[in-house]
């Protein structure tokens, strides 16, 4: 065997075994610069092929060529295995549990006033309301005078609101929204007017300067106070729950005469009294009356003709009542916490 081939087959030989052993990537690569290398033993050893007898050399060259692939494949198969066995060992050291549930997005919900005033919708709709709606910035007429409670009148006290330039106020009630339709259209009325409204109260657990009412009105011939109780109770057994009992008490409004206040039993105490109700064993719900005459003619129906009902309510009041909630401060303030629980 001619020295040219002896040499190749144990350059071979070596590398072989070399890579067999290699301990890393970085020894594979050191192996590919001793033998493939510029300078490295199979190179060198295709350079001393210029040496050897023309006629031999076609067949010397193809031998060391082939010896050069051989030792370039094997060099790439060892490391493409190497890197596998990494990735793996990796894999298994980053453990990932693929059933865990991912992250879930961010998202809003209905606040609990809205929630509360649309269940509230709902239940006058089913009963033919419709909807109505006026602006939070009134005038002395359409909040007051047209509402039977002229300038002197002592009712206005307790309605003492925040005025604006030019006679203007921020409205204390959606009544002049009944005013505005009566005004506007002619009877017969059945309407709810939802929405917020303002008095010159300090906060505390259950006042706050902006709060938030339905009103209702309903007008046609031959209205009872019969129809304002059972319409009412109706209501009170829709909101609540069949087993909701309510009371009617006589009060004063200027605009309703006669006027009640509806209450129903302590849904806390179940009617023994605690603090929720002041130990009265029964809670506010709201105020309600006939439509005084007085009323009709400012917005000029006849009063000898028509006759109807009117009932106001504050949502925020209602939507404590059904969510345990003693603060009505909460719903005003926009704490995530506590909004994230509706
Ligand atoms: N507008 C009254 C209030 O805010 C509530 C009410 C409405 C009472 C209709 C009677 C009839 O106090």
Redesign the pocket.
């Known amino acids: 065997m001619s020295d040219f081939l002896q040499k190749i087959e144990q350059v071979e030989q070596e590398a072989r075994g070399r890579i067999a052993g290699a301990g890393g990537l970085e020894a594979l690569e050191a192996l590919r610069l001793e033998y493939l290398g510029r300078k490295g033993k199979i190179t060198r050893v295709l350079h001393s092929l210029g040496s050897v007898s023309a006629g031999e050399r076609p067949a010397l060259g193809k031998r060391a060529n082939q010896v050069k692939e051989a030792v370039s494949g094997l060099l790439d198969r060892r490391r493409g295995e190497m890197e596998q066995a990494r990735l793996r060992d990796e894999l298994s050291r980053h453990k990932v549990d693929v059933t865990l549930p991912g992250e879930r997005p961010w998202s809003g919900s209905i606040h609990p006033l809205n929630q509360t005033l649309a269940r509230i919708n709902e239940v006058f709709f089913s009963m033919g309301f419709a909807l109505a709606v006026g602006p939070e910035v009134e005038d002395d007429f359409h909040n007051f005078d047209a ?1 039977n409670t002229p300038a002197d009148h002592p009712a206005r006290d ?2 003492d609101t925040f005025y604006l330039e030019g006679g203007l106020l921020l409205r ?4 002049p929204v009944q005013v505005r339709y009566m005004q506007n259209n002619p009877p017969p009325v059945r309407i709810i007017a939802p929405g917020r ?1 303002f008095r010159r109260d300090t906060s505390d657990a259950s006042h706050s300067p902006v709060f938030h ?1 339905v ?3 309903y007008v046609d011939e031959h209205v009872a106070f019969g129809d304002l109780k059972y319409t009412l109770e109706q209501f009170a057994r829709l909101m609540f729950g069949d087993e909701v009992r309510v009371r009617f008490r006589p009060s004063f ?1 200027p ?2 005469e006669p ?1 009640a206040e509806v209450d129903c039993l302590c849904v806390f105490c179940k009617g023994s009294g605690c603090s929720v109700c002041g130990q009265s064993g029964w809670i506010e719900l ?4 006939m439509v005084h005459p007085n009323v009709f003619e400012a917005v000029g129906y006849d009063p000898e003709r028509w006759t109807g ?5 504050g949502i925020d009041r209602i939507c404590m009542l059904l969510n345990d909630i003693n603060d009505i401060r909460l719903l005003l303030e926009s704490d995530v916490e506590f909004l994230s629980q509706f």
């Open positions: 509402l307790e309605h204390s009630h959606t009544s409204v009412q009103e209702g009105l409004f605009f309703t006027s709201l105020g309600c009356g009902f009117a009932f106001g309510m």
